[in-house]
């Protein structure tokens, strides 16, 4: 086929026609079953895939590509082959350069974690070392220029530079842990597939970081009694960060959580006592503490107090848990809440899995965490002789033995983490925070 009769197919109705390399595909009976719904996928009809696929690595693993080969229907004719430049445009040509530490889950857009040992070498994550989570191409922002908008209702909308927003308000400084929804996922993975980047226990990391309170811009913006605004409404923010078709990253959080002192919700312009690098939100981002990292949207352009939810899709159809029997076939994203406090977790970060151990007394390093601010009240470590179920045991072990060692959290609230992932198990493989469990062995 050439382009030109690819390009003819643009619709259900005329069939939708997409290329991906020298292949053309028949997508139509796809366009209903796509996981970011049928407007997204509609977008490449009657072209070709790269430009759209170049914004979201997931599509180039394996699965994707064999789903796709079920709808070829052809091949470009020869003079048609060669992709055209246009389609060839990197979106992230301009992503800043990254610490080689890092381990990589996905190039474009950049997602990365850091080894576990560096979690547990300072208290504060180094900004370089920082877990990053990117959803699309890192916004370059001149500061000089930039402006936030700030809207509520009843009140009067304000347009803040970067330099009126740490002039008019005074900074306030929080040490603050972020975590992915995904951390942990390869775990959830071993049980059975999910889809999602393939985090390990380092999608998690702490600073301390400096801004706005939040409830101080809002409040100067005229929020009021008299803005008709309740505590069920809530705070939308959406990002500098767009995809090909302008769409900006959106997410919310409840009003009263942004109006809550206690809560000490941030837009933050310095990490660590420094401004915030560009993968973490140059020049301002939210900063919500106790609350997951996708709620903590970077590279902010507007701040809206909304009676609803953000219509993001990431608000709306990610980033949301489902018991263990909902698949792809029969999951309804509208039906469960959006993930906001996150449940307690802990993990093990030295040894590594399948070290090597001197026998004798064993150093354990790791990291326990809540969210929503509740404090972790103890966090018990074990070891388990292989074969045993997980056991909890303290006994010597000889030369040879293969040992599991365990750590589970509690928090102030009495949650524990579930000894399992079976039973926490779901299709995006989120909320993952089950006993870690790491493999060692002893050496003489």
């Known amino acids: 086929y050439t382009r030109a009769e690819v390009a003819q197919h643009r619709t259900p109705r005329d069939r939708v026609w997409v290329t991906y390399g020298t292949d053309v595909f028949d997508v139509t009976e796809f366009v209903e079953l796509h996981p970011g719904g049928p407007d997204k996928i509609l977008l490449a009809a009657g072209g070709a895939l790269e430009p759209f696929w170049a914004l979201y690595a997931v599509h180039s693993q394996p699965h994707v590509l064999e789903l796709l080969r079920d709808y070829k229907v052809g091949e470009l004719s020869p003079e048609d082959a060669a992709v055209t430049p246009g389609d060839t445009a990197d979106p992230f040509a301009g992503d800043p350069p990254r610490h080689p530490a890092?381990?990589?889950?996905?190039?474009?857009?950049?997602?990365?974690?850091?080894?576990?040992?560096?979690?547990?070498?300072?208290?504060?994550?180094?900004?370089?070392?920082?877990?990053?989570?990117?959803?699309?191409?890192?916004?370059?922002?001149?500061?000089?220029?930039?402006?936030?908008?700030?809207?509520?209702?009843?009140?009067?909308?304000?347009?803040?530079?970067?330099?009126?927003?740490?002039?008019?308000?005074?900074?306030?400084?929080?040490?603050?842990?972020?975590?992915?929804?995904?951390?942990?996922?390869?775990?959830?993975?071993?049980?059975?597939?999910?889809?999602?980047?393939?985090?390990?226990?380092?999608?998690?990391?702490?600073?301390?970081?400096?801004?706005?309170?939040?409830?101080?811009?809002?409040?100067?913006?005229?929020?009021?009694?008299?803005?008709?605004?309740?505590?069920?409404?809530?705070?939308?923010?959406?990002?500098?960060?767009?995809?090909?078709?302008?769409?900006?990253?959106?997410?919310?959080?409840?009003?009263?959580?942004?109006?809550?002192?206690?809560?000490?919700?941030?837009?933050?312009?310095?990490?660590?006592?420094?401004?915030?690098?560009?993968?973490?939100?140059?020049?301002?981002?939210?900063?919500?503490?106790?609350?997951?990292?996708?709620?903590?949207?970077?590279?902010?352009?507007?701040?809206?107090?909304?009676?609803?939810?953000?219509?993001s899709h990431w608000q709306q159809n990610d980033y949301k848990g489902f018991c263990p029997s909902v698949d792809w076939d029969s999951v309804d994203f509208r039906s469960a809440p959006a993930i906001q406090e996150l449940p307690v977790q802990s993990a093990i970060t030295e040894p590594r899995p399948g070290a090597a151990v001197p026998a004798g007394e064993l150093t354990v390093k790791g990291y326990a965490w809540s969210g929503g601010g509740r404090e972790v009240i103890r966090v018990r470590r074990g070891t388990g002789m292989g074969g045993n179920g997980g056991k909890w045991l303290r006994a010597a072990a000889p030369a040879g033995t293969r040992l599991e060692i365990v750590c589970k959290a509690v928090d102030s609230s009495y949650n524990v983490q579930p000894d399992s992932v079976g039973g926490i198990w779901n299709l995006r493989g989120v909320l993952s925070n089950a006993w870690h469990r790491v493999g060692v062995t002893v050496t003489p």
């Open 102 to 311: 890092l381990r990589v889950n996905s190039s474009k857009p950049f997602n990365a974690e850091p080894p576990p040992e560096l979690l547990t070498q300072s208290f504060l994550t180094p900004n370089e070392l920082f877990f990053t989570r990117n959803h699309l191409p890192v916004p370059s922002v001149e500061p000089g220029s930039y402006r936030l908008r700030v809207e509520v209702p009843g009140g009067r909308a304000l347009s803040l530079s970067l330099a009126e927003l740490r002039r008019r308000f005074p900074k306030h400084e929080v040490t603050a842990t972020l975590q992915c929804a995904g951390n942990r996922r390869s775990e959830m993975s071993r049980e059975r597939p999910v889809k999602g980047l393939d985090w390990g226990i380092g999608a998690i990391s702490t600073a301390r970081w400096g801004g706005a309170r939040l409830r101080d811009v809002l409040l100067a913006a005229g929020f009021g009694e008299k803005s008709g605004a309740t505590e069920d409404w809530h705070v939308c923010f959406e990002g500098l960060d767009t995809d090909a078709t302008g769409t900006p990253y959106g997410a919310s959080i409840p009003l009263k959580r942004a109006l809550s002192g206690e809560a000490e919700v941030l837009l933050a312009y310095e990490m660590n006592g420094q401004e915030l690098p560009r993968d973490h939100g140059f020049p301002v981002r939210a900063l919500v503490p106790g609350v997951v990292g996708a709620r903590s949207v970077k590279w902010l352009r507007s701040v809206v107090v909304s009676p609803s939810e953000s219509p």
